[in-house]
T-cell receptor, first 116, second 111 residues
């Protein structure tokens, strides 16, 4: 399978703990995105990387959130001191870049976080 | 302020009939428009897209229409099948290339 891979798929954690999610994009894709989705809403953009450079961060990404893509391949999203409001599905996606405006963004299956 | 709106949270259609899902946007800077389909507990799956230079794109049973003057996007599925039952999101892309999503429409195709 050469799609976007995320793990763990499900994580239950106690409030105040740190959690880390990993994303492996489609191998030739140089752009990698993180989104968050809560019930009844569409996915909301958090941040994206072009290769290893983090180019944009949403104001949704508080100081407790940090994302890395150290070698321009896989990425991690860490949430420190989790709060119940962090409970959501965290989606990773990847795409190619280029002059074409419509390089499609492909999503992984998501990582469910439940903070109790 | 929502830039992308899907005003119908749900839609039920009989199998074999046409499903029409709608999406309205406010920002004229969007230049690429996509539809994603999502099953529960899975990530969104790309369905079909259209660039701002076109007003129609067709792929099998799926057709996307873009009316730029009205800032309106629609997805037509014909004939609808029970396997099409899912949440459908419109997603819009601008110069920054990340996607802005609507809140989704739950389509139920009744056998």
């Amino acid at each position: 399978d050469t799609g976007v891979s995320q793990n763990p798929r499900h994580k239950i954690t106690k409030r105040g703990q740190n959690v880390t999610f990993r994303c492996d994009p489609i191998s030739e894709h140089n752009r990698l995105y993180w989104y968050r989705q809560t019930l009844g809403q569409g996915p909301e953009f958090l941040t994206y990387f072009q290769n290893e450079a983090q180019l944009e961060k949403s104001r949704l990404l508080s100081d407790r959130f940090s994302a890395e893509r150290p070698k321009g391949s896989f990425s991690t999203l860490e949430i420190q001191r989790t709060e119940q409001g962090d409970s959501a599905m965290y989606l990773c996606a990847s795409s190619l870049t280029g002059g074409h405006a419509g390089n499609t963004i492909y999503f992984g299956e998501g990582s469910w976080l439940t903070v109790v | 302020d929502q830039q992308v709106k899907q005003n119908s949270p749900s839609l039920s259609v009989q199998e074999g009939r046409i499903s029409i899902l709608n999406c309205d946007y406010t920002n004229s800077m969007f230049d690429y428009f996509l539809w994603y389909k999502k099953y529960p507990a899975e990530g969104p799956t790309f369905l079909i897209s259209i660039s701002s230079i076109k007003d129609k794109n067709e792929d099998g049973r799926f057709t996307v229409f873009l009316n730029k003057s009205a800032k309106h996007l629609s997805l037509h599925i014909v004939p609808s099948q029970p396997g099409d039952s899912a949440v459908y999101f419109c997603a819009l892309s601008g110069s920054a290339r990340q996607l802005t999503f609507g809140s989704g429409t739950q389509l139920t195709v009744l056998p």
